[in-house]
Each structure stands twice: as structure tokens, then as C-alpha cells.
């Protein structure tokens, strides 16, 4: 076991801990009789050491809800779609040109052979192949295929629980006990959630069409990795 073993890596800072704190502040907004201004004064060291790990919990608990509304979402808005395969979580962008899985499923069944199942999975399974590839070839692809999840996490894991912040919190302030003087909360009850959601709008636009790109790139490298080994291979025997 590492030390690193123990810290917080960027996908689950990311994809997991700062999601988790927005939507433990919007369970405050909906739930807690005071504000969150009131709310996150009065913690203490130890109170709110624990609300950090109940919010990495609770990002953890709502990451695969996140993540698949984003990504729905998302291809939406790129006029797009993803598979729906049963029991599928990879959510693959149908809008990957076929030409290249024909191109890369032709180079790995030319290159193993005895994998005969290679030519009946799914363009998603194949797909994964491709990266599992990767991830086990070196060091140098599998950081570019961990460099493409943990941007894809920072879009997919943070527009569900912006939009829901940005209706928690004006809201609670308009409903709350608390009386409220419009010359003061007035400008930020339109201008806060308004770039709230522009914010939650500018991460899931850009979602699907790095789903895409990330895809594309694991058959690209999947091709140019055989590409490779093959041109050594063809200079070594004519040497």
C-alpha cells in the first residue's frame, strides 16, 4: 500500500467530494430551518470534518444518477444519441463514425486471431476493449485515458446538483422565516443562480462531444499502437 493510497486523487475530488458538497447544500437549503450562510457559521472543526465525509458519501450514492442524467442530457443537446444497452453503464456516443470501430475491429482480429469473439460484441464492449488496451500497454496511454475520465467527471458530475442549487437556494430565500430586504438580496437572487445555471450549461454542452472525442481517440490509439509494432516488425525483418 502507497501513501498516495491515502489522499484524495483529482477523480475523486472531482467527480465525487465537490459534487457531494453542493448537494449536501442543497439538503441544507430544502431541510434546515436556518440559511446556509447561518447554517455553515456555526460549524465547528469536528462538525464540519464530518459534514466533508458525509459529502463524499453522498456524492459517491448520487454519482451514477449524475452521470447518466448529464449524459442524456447532453447528447440531447448535441442532437445525438447513446447506447442503451441492458446493463450498460459506458453510455457509448452512438455519433462515433462507424467507419473507424470497422477499421479497428478489422486491425484487433487481424492481430488476435484466436479472440473470435472480437467480431460479435458490441461497438460499447468493443469499444471498451480498446481502452483496457491502453490502460495495460504503457504508462504514457493509460495517463492520456485517465486524463480524458477525470475531465469527463468534472462535466458529468457537476450540472444535476448546479441546476438543483440554483432553484434550492432562491427559493429558500424567498419562502424562509427570515424577512428579507430586496434592496440587498434583490441583485444576487437573479444574478447568482443565473450564472449558476450558465455555468451548469457550459460543463453539459461540452459533455458529449468529449464523450465522443474520448472515444474516437481509444480505437485512434488502439490503430496507431498495431500501426507501430507493425512498421518495427517490417524494418526488423528487412534488416
Not at 462507424?98 to 475491429?105: M, V
Not at 493509460?142 to 432562491?170: G, H
Not at 429558500?172 to 451548469?200: K, Q
Request: proline share 5%.
Amino acid at each position: 500500500m502507497r501513501m498516495a493510497d491515502f489522499f484524495l486523487g483529482s477523480r475523486q475530488f472531482f467527480g465525487l467530494l465537490a459534487p457531494g458538497l453542493l448537494w449536501l447544500a442543497i439538503a441544507v437549503l430544502v431541510l434546515s430551518p436556518r440559511s446556509l450562510e447561518e447554517f455553515v457559521s456555526s460549524l465547528g472543526v469536528g462538525e464540519a470534518a464530518i459534514l466533508v465525509a458525509i459529502s463524499f458519501v453522498l456524492g459517491t450514492a448520487l454519482e451514477t444518477l449524475s452521470f447518466r442524467t448529464a449524459v442524456f442530457v447532453s447528447a440531447r443537446l448535441s442532437r445525438a444519441a447513446v447506447s442503451r444497452e441492458l446493463h450498460d453503464t459506458d453510455l457509448l456516443p452512438l455519433d462515433v463514425p462507424q467507419t473507424l470501430f470497422s477499421q479497428a475491429r478489422s486491425r484487433a482480429m487481424t492481430e488476435y486471431p484466436n479472440a473470435s469473439y472480437l467480431a460479435s460484441i458490441s461497438d460499447r464492449e468493443f469499444a471498451q476493449f480498446c481502452k483496457q488496451f491502453l490502460l495495460e500497454k504503457t504508462r504514457y496511454l493509460a495517463k492520456r485515458v485517465s486524463e480524458y475520465e477525470a475531465e469527463i467527471n468534472l462535466l458529468a458530475m457537476f450540472p444535476v446538483p448546479l441546476v438543483l442549487f440554483a432553484i434550492a437556494w432562491p427559493v429558500d430565500t424567498l419562502i424562509g422565516s427570515r424577512p428579507i430586504s430586496w434592496s440587498t438580496v434583490g441583485g444576487p437572487l437573479l444574478i447568482v443562480p443565473t450564472a449558476v445555471l450558465a455555468l451548469a450549461y457550459a460543463l453539459i454542452s461540452r459533455l458529449h462531444p468529449l464523450r465522443r472525442e474520448e472515444t474516437e481517440q481509444w480505437l485512434k490509439m488502439f490503430l496507431w499502437i498495431h500501426a507501430v509494432g507493425a512498421e518495427r516488425e517490417d524494418t526488423g525483418s528487412s534488416t
